[in-house]
T-cell receptor
Framework: EAQVTQNPRYLITVTGKKLTVTCSQN?????MSWYRQDPGLGLRQIYY???????DKGDVPEGYKVSRKEKRNFPLILESPSPNQTSLYFC???????????FGSGTRLTVV | AQKITQTQPGMFVQEKEAVTLDCTYD???????LFWYKQPSSGEMIFLIY??????QNATEGRYSLNFQKARKSANLVISASQLGDSAMYFC??????????????FGAGTRLTVKP
């Protein structure tokens, strides 16, 4: 089954404790992206990657890092999480056939 | 600048009736795609329907249809014969083919639809 797998689904952490949210896709898509979803703001892009070792900032990159060492994986790293990063996070990969996105199941992060 | 506008934060519809969720967009790119996603309370994002800017006919997928009015830059989602399971958040999104930096998928703020029994 074609899918994007995110882990964990839920995470509660404390301010300043580094964390990584993993994302993996099995569709051999080149383009992957991370979004955060906040009430009233929709989804905003954090980082995206056009291929292995090619990453770039989206609209809200501050406080986040990413890496793309292999095509299938695109982890999101919060080096020093803060409460304003409490949000619902989605990883997505882009289908080159119609450019639509396949989303992971989401990670609900709470930083206290 | 906001490129996707969903003006209805919340909508109610009676079961079995049709409902229209509004979406307007702004782009100068002649080639673009419009998408609708459904987000149920469980949180996942489910692709519903796609419309290309050069498509002559409005897209349809089962009970979903996209009312595409290019001159008005609107891409409203129509759900026919609403079901209780349609209660969810709905997001409109646009992809510009010639996006400057490949940050190319923009989402609206969403509309929360509640279907009443």
């Amino acid at each position: 089954e074609a899918q994007v797998t995110q882990n964990p689904r839920y995470l509660i952490t404390v301010t300043g404790k580094k964390l990584t949210v993993t994302c993996s896709q099995n569709m051999n898509h080149e383009y992957m992206s991370w979004y955060r979803q906040d009430p009233g703001l929709g989804l905003r892009q954090i980082y995206y990657s056009m291929n292995v070792e090619v990453t770039d900032k989206g609209d809200v990159p501050e406080g986040y890092k990413v890496s793309r060492k292999e095509k299938r994986n695109f982890p999101l790293i919060l080096e020093s999480p803060s409460p304003n990063q409490t949000s619902l996070y989605f990883c997505a990969s882009k289908n080159p056939a119609n450019y639509g996105y396949t989303f992971g199941s989401g990670t609900r992060l709470t930083v206290v | 600048a906001q490129k996707i506008t969903q003006t209805q934060p919340g909508m109610f519809v009676q079961e079995k009736e049709a409902v229209t969720l509004d979406c307007t967009y702004d782009t100068s790119d002649p080639s673009y795609g419009l998408f609708w996603y459904k987000q149920p309370s469980s949180g996942e994002m489910i692709f519903l329907i796609y419309q290309g800017s050069y498509d002559q006919q409005n897209a349809t997928e089962g009970r979903y249809s996209l009312n595409f009015q290019k001159a008005r830059k609107s891409a409203n989602l129509v759900i026919s014969a609403s079901q209780l399971g349609d209660s969810a958040m709905y997001f409109c999104a646009m992809r510009e083919v010639q996006s400057f930096n490949n940050n190319d998928m923009r989402f609206g703020a969403g509309t929360r639809l509640t279907v009443k029994p």
